[in-house]
Every structure is written in C-alpha cells, then in structure tokens.
C-alpha cells in the first residue's frame, strides 16, 4: 500500500521536471549559436556486467555540421572512461574532456569540414556506473548497474549526446546482458538472441528521430494492460507489491493530464518498468518528448 501510494504522489513531480526539460529545451532553441554538429544516427553495442556494476560500449555515431568546424563536442558521462575515437576509415582521433564540465568531451577531427558535411565516428569507452558519484543530475542516480536490477536512462549521458535535450535522432541499440534478466527501453524490440556463456543479445531500434536511449533492466515480469486508452507494458519483480493494473492506471492519469496541458500523443502506448533499487519507479514513452524517474520511499 506504501508503494502504491508514494508511486501515485511521484506522479506531481512529472509536471516540475516536464516543465524543466521545456524550459531547457526552450532555452537552447533561443540560443544566437547551436552546436557546431548534431549526431543524426546511433548504432550502439554496449556489454552490461551487473556483477561488475561496469559497461562496456562501442558507439557508431552519424553526425552532421551545422557550421564550418574541426572539433565535436559531445556529452559523455563523467565515469564513463573514453578509450579511444576512430573515424570511418578507422584513423585514430584526439580528444580531451573539458577541463570544467567533465561531461563535455571533444573529439578533433584532421580537418575543419564544411557545413552540412556527414562525419560518423566510433567511440569506445566503458566504466562504472555503481551510485550517483558524478551524475550528470546532481543527487540523481541517471544510471545503475547491479545484480539487484539495471536502469540506463538518457538524462545519464551513458552514450554521446549532442545538443541535449533537444536533438532528436534515429538509432539502434544492442544490449548484451545475463540470460536471467529482461530488458525493457526505447524503441522497437526485437526477440533476444542466445549467446555464448549464458547471455542474451536484446536489439531495439528507433527508425523515426526521437530521444531514444533509456533501458531497464533485471529480473522482471511482463503484464500487457490497458486504461483509459492508453496501452501500458507493465515490467515488475514477480514480488513486486501492488497490481499492474493498478500502475497502467496511474500512468493512463498522467497522460490524460499531460495530453490536456500538451496536445494528444501521436503513439499513446507506453511501458513501466518497476526495480528494486533505491524505490525506484521508471517510466518511458517510446518516442514522444520526456522519460521521468520517479523516486519513491518507504
């Protein structure tokens, strides 16, 4: 009962951090100078080791320039330790993080690149990503990897973003975990594929530019429901208390609200994915303008 209710009074906090992630966005679109390039396509392949509490990731990225540029200023999360830059006939690249926003990182290209030129880049990068030390939202945990259950939203930076939280962008997303866990997250969901040494291979892809990026993973269970309209994929422990119907009903009420306030979503199905971790309730929207993290106590 707890639960239920903290989880319904969460859902106040949706309209502060929707306004917030407006206001920001607003703010860069009245910015006199955006990003020298914009990423357009992600192909990502990222090896998740809850044991480890580590990833693994190598990030195919398509960017565009929007001005005459020889450098690319990317987002990266500070535990993230960026390994190495190629570019698409495999030459090695420099780049360095900011000296005072270790979030950003730029990559120097041989060469400044006309406007509208296409450059794509394979970064290589793995780390830690245990507790909130160095979130990119101060006193948030954006990103955790245990055995207790795994959530890597996009507000953590766990891949290079440009121009956040603006950019939209198409992108396919290869997530290596243990076979005992599922995945839930952005995009179109392809069945698992078996690998070698008790591990599953889960693909979601994102073929229309949206903020795609955020997945949820752990020992959960689906339950498909249906309220007021609104199609909710429920993932949640087998021990989980309150019913699913009961949180599909909780987010069909806040999409109702927001739909009022924002106009009516072009795709209303949307999925829950329920962890252990710290209380957390996490919620996504498969292509449409927000994710929020919903904190709970006990």
């Known amino acids: 009962m707890t639960r239920i209710t903290t989880?319904?009074?969460?859902?106040?906090?949706?309209?502060?951090?929707?306004?917030?992630?407006?206001?920001?966005?607003s703010a860069q679109a009245q910015a006199p100078r955006g990003p020298a390039f914009l990423a357009q396509h992600y192909d990502i392949s990222a090896t998740v080791d809850p044991g480890g509490q580590s990833l693994s990731a190598l990030a195919k990225v398509e960017f565009v320039a929007n001005e005459v540029s020889g450098?690319?200023?990317v987002e990266l999360n500070q535990n993230l330790d960026l390994k190495e830059v190629k570019t698409a006939d495999g030459k090695t690249l420099n780049f360095e993080r900011d000296s005072v926003n270790t979030l950003f990182v730029t990559v120097f290209l041989p060469q400044s690149v006309a406007t509208g030129t296409k450059v794509?880049?394979?970064?290589?990068?793995?780390?830690?990503?245990?507790?909130?030390?160095?979130?990119p939202v101060p006193g948030l945990r954006t990103a955790v990897i245990s055995k207790e259950g795994t959530y890597l939203l996009l507000p953590a930076?766990?891949?290079?973003l440009t121009n956040y939280p603006a950019n939209r962008y198409s992108a396919v997303f290869?997530?290596?975990?243990?076979?005992?866990?599922?995945?839930?997250?952005?995009?179109?969901?392809?069945?698992?594929?078996?690998?070698?040494?008790?591990?599953?291979?889960?693909?979601?892809?994102?073929?229309?530019?949206?903020?795609?990026?955020?997945?949820?993973?752990?020992?959960?269970?689906?339950?498909?429901?249906?309220?007021?309209?609104?199609?909710?994929?429920?993932?949640?422990?087998?021990?989980?208390l309150g019913k699913p119907a009961d949180?599909?009903?909780?987010?069909?009420?806040?999409?109702?609200?927001?739909s009022d306030m924002f106009g009516p979503l072009h795709n209303p199905d949307l999925s829950l994915a329920?962890?252990?971790?710290?209380?957390?309730v996490t919620t996504r929207r498969t292509g449409q303008l927000f994710e929020e993290v919903f904190a709970s106590s006990t």
Not at 157 to 160: C, E, G, L, N, Y
Not at 247 to 258: G, K, L, N, Q, S
């Open 247 to 258: 949180f599909a009903a909780d987010v069909a009420r806040a999409v109702t609200m927001f």
């Open 157 to 160: 930076r766990w891949f290079p």
């Open 174 to 240: 290869h997530l290596n975990v243990p076979d005992n866990i599922a995945v839930a997250g952005t995009g179109k969901a392809s069945a698992p594929t078996p690998l070698a040494g008790g591990r599953l291979l889960y693909t979601f892809e994102g073929a229309t530019p949206e903020p795609y990026g955020t997945f949820v993973a752990g020992e959960l269970k689906l339950s498909p429901e249906q309220s007021e309209g609104v199609n909710v994929a429920v993932y949640a422990p087998a021990s989980a």
């Open 71 to 73: 450098g690319i200023r």
């Open 274 to 280: 329920q962890l252990e971790i710290g209380q957390r």
């Open 7 to 25: 989880f319904r009074a969460a859902f106040t906090l949706t309209l502060a951090c929707l306004l917030a992630a407006l206001l920001a966005a």
């Open 120 to 135: 794509t880049l394979t970064f290589n990068y793995a780390g830690l990503l245990a507790n909130q030390d160095n979130s």
